[in-house]
Every structure is written in C-alpha cells, then in structure tokens.
C-alpha cells in the first residue's frame, strides 16, 4: 500500500513563494509518475504539474507554467513543487497523486492521493 503524505502549504501574499512537498511510502513502480492537482470549493480538481520518476520528464498546465516546478528526491521518495509569482487564483487545496503510468495530466491515472495542503494566496 502506497502512503502520500504533503506538506508546505500556508498564507502568502500574492508574488510570494511557497514550496510543497509530498513523502511517499509504500512500493513504488520506476515507470510511475506522480504529479500535483489542486480543488478550489468552486471547481473539479484540476491538474498543476507532473514527473516520471525514471528520467524525470515533467509536464505543467499552462497556467502554471514559468511560475511552478516539479522535482523529486528518490533517495526518500519525496516529491517537491517549487510555487513562484503566486496569484490569488492558485488559492486551492493541492493534492499529491502517484500512480500514473500512461497520461500523468488526468486524474484518473492516479491510483494514490494525498489529503492535500491548503494554500491561500492574498491579494
């Protein structure tokens, strides 16, 4: 059984920084990919970034791009998003996912979910 645990969210005014992080226990597949999604009250969950653990392949959603990064640690199975410029529209709950193997931007690739971090980004 695959554990995700995140961690990193918070108040930051808008321009500022935050960084998230996501612990993963359990078996975990090289082919996988794990990826970030966010849910506001307002929206379905939608898709924020991705990475293949082998090779490390990352793909973002537009309105993230230039702004947000990916990245993972393998020695501890932890997956990072780096969240530059914030804006208050990236106020949301993000949920760490892993799981996918053939289209990590949908979200029923994933088969493991974290219990998500709000982030809240004032104006």
């Known amino acids: 059984q695959v554990r995700l645990v995140e961690s990193g969210g918070g108040l930051v005014q808008a321009g500022g920084s935050l960084r998230l992080a996501c612990a993963a226990s359990g078996y975990l597949r090289n082919n996988y990919s794990s990826g970030w999604f966010r849910q506001t009250p307002e929206k379905e969950r939608e898709f924020v970034a991705a990475i293949r653990w082998t090779g490390g392949n990352t793909v973002y959603a537009d309105s993230v791009k230039g702004r947000f990064t990916i990245s993972r640690y393998g020695a501890d199975n932890t997956v990072y998003l780096q969240m530059n410029g914030l804006k208050p529209e990236d106020t949301a709950v993000y949920y760490c996912?892993?799981?996918?193997?053939?289209?990590?931007?949908?979200?029923?690739?994933?088969?493991?979910w974290g219990r998500g971090t709000q982030v809240t980004v004032s104006s």
């Open positions: 996912a892993t799981g996918a193997l053939l289209r990590p931007t949908r979200r029923n690739e994933y088969s493991y």
